[in-house]
């Protein structure tokens, strides 16, 4: 899909550069290019979590919007 979704929606527990503490969710990676590709994607500091995400259309939705409404939501149920 190419949205960055997962990038911006879902936190990140694991330390990676840049977030020695992981990212917190709703926070855009700083590891997210401007044409919403991961600067680090075959780095082997991408986080395991990151590399285990697949874009299906279940969390992707149909837009962006639906991805980011998707996973914010799946990321508050999931953190209580």
Known sequence: MGCGACCIAISI?????GYPRGKPAGERCLHLSDDLLCKI????ERPKVC???KAEPAMCGNNRDEALATLHHLEMITSA
Request: proline share 25%; no cysteine; glycine share 0%.
């Open 13 to 17: 527990s694991s330390p990676m550069p």
């Open 41 to 44: 994607f075959t780095s082997p």
């Open 51 to 53: 590399d285990d995400f």
